[in-house]
């Protein structure tokens, strides 16, 4: 079979070990310096959270990824005379997706592991998914990932014996793992059927009250504030992707009764074949009336955040739902924007413009921090206000008692 890589975790038997990593990011004409070091800051949060320690970073200028290498000739001597030099680095991730032929050229130059983003990202599903479901949604991505890759692992049985009537054998092993895979697809796909069909009755059991989903880039507090408003006990982390499953609770703010649901987080890049093998997950936001887009407002790179989120959204077929922006971590932004010698009024007058200039760009928006709590009170009113709309939309001839 290709080489089977894991990140940050040895097999159960075998003690853990400390991985370290070097990062690696073509920039190309379109992305500034400072979009470059935000992406590269992502993917070391990606790493953290993986498991590895990220020690150093490589960028190269160029216009577009070098085919054999995706890096050019020069860079990849820097890196491998970098690695020579530091022989506890044992990975090399890139920000971007390999072929199976880069990825087999760049661990026969620099003879260490060799990581993709879409990689990455599914080593962390696959450790953070608990249910039957996700355990299955992840390995269907993987085996999917895997497939248009296995030629390009597998020339390395020709260059080790290669010659007249040695090439057979490697291509009947490459046919072999084909099918293998594309039977385990299959098996997965059937799999996640029979799930999803269970979900949809679940679903239409709950289908008289309003559903409310909080969707959001990853990390942005939906799992905290999903606590705060459900008064539940939902996993909240500073890593990447903390939930995965879908998390369903009832609320009611005063006689007013609704389902909250949190769901995974997006993240620029999102690999096709998770959003794809994620879509029975996703119907939870698909189905609901109302959509929360919890947005990390302190972050540099908000603006960005948001329209990869709604792009998202449009992809899943939930692009138009009716959505309230819930900016959140306004205690970080003033923290991270707000010089200590500013005044009183001077810092009301900032918040005041940030706050109109994204009205105009965003519609309608509240302004929160799951942390300390503030803003709870306008949110839940804001909420309220649209659950109760869209109860009247549903039910028009029936009368609530709100």
């Known amino acids: 079979m290709a080489k089977d890589w894991t990140i940050g975790e040895k097999a159960a038997t075998l003690k853990k070990e400390t991985e370290y990593a070097v990062l690696v990011s073509v920039i190309t004409p379109d992305v500034s310096e400072t979009q470059a070091h935000e992406y590269l800051d992502e ?10 320690v990220t020690i150093k970073r490589f960028t190269q200028r160029a216009q577009h990824p070098e085919h054999r290498t995706f890096v050019g000739k020069g860079k990849v001597e820097e890196i491998r005379l970098y690695l020579e030099r530091h022989e506890e680095v044992n990975m090399v991730i890139f920000d971007d997706d390999l072929s199976g032929k880069q990825t087999n050229n760049l661990e026969e130059a620099l003879k260490v592991k060799i990581v993709d983003r879409s ?4 080593d962390i ?21 895997l497939l248009p890759r296995l030629r390009g692992l597998w020339t390395h049985l020709e260059r080790q014996r290669g010659g007249i009537g040695m090439r057979g054998p490697g291509e009947t092993q490459i046919e072999t793992d084909r099918r293998l895979v594309q039977y385990r697809i299959k098996v997965l796909e059937e799999k996640l059927k029979d799930i999803d069909r ?3 009755t679940q679903r239409k059991t709950r289908g008289e009250m309003i559903r409310v989903a909080l969707v959001g880039y990853t990390n942005v507090g939906k799992s905290t504030l999903m606590n705060l408003l459900s008064k539940s006990e939902v996993l909240a982390e500073n890593k990447l992707f903390a939930t995965l499953d879908t998390t369903v609770r009832k609320v009611v703010f005063g006689q007013l009764p609704f389902l909250l649901s949190d769901t995974v987080g997006f993240i620029r890049k999102l690999p ?28 540099p790179q908000f603006e960005d955040h948001v329209r990869t989120v709604q792009k998202t959204l449009q992809e899943i077929g939930a692009g138009e739902k009716p959505t309230l922006m819930v900016l959140n971590k306004m205690d970080l932004y003033r923290e991270r924007y707000f010089d200590d010698l500013l005044d009183t009024d001077t810092r009301a007058d900032l918040e005041v413009e940030l706050k109109q200039r994204l009205l105009h760009t965003y519609g309608e928006n509240v302004f929160i921090s799951a942390h300390t709590k503030e803003g709870m009170d306008d949110l839940r009113e804001r909420m309220t206000r649209l659950i109760k709309e869209s109860y009247v939309i549903r039910y028009p001839h029936q009368v609530k008692g709100w």
Do not use: N, P
Request: charged fraction near 20%; proline fraction near 0%.
């Open 43 to 52: 993917l070391e949060f990606l790493a953290t959270t993986a498991g590895a």
């Open 125 to 145: 599903f696959a450790h953070r998914a608990q249910s039957a479901q996700a355990k299955s949604q992840v390995e269907l991505a993987q085996m999917k990932y």
């Open 272 to 299: 096709h074949h998770l959003v794809e093998s994620f879509k029975s997950t996703l119907d939870e936001v698909r189905e609901c009336d109302i959509l929360l887009h919890i947005v990390d407002v302190a972050h």
């Open 198 to 200: 269970q979900s949809q």
């Open 119 to 122: 990689t990455l990202i599914l």
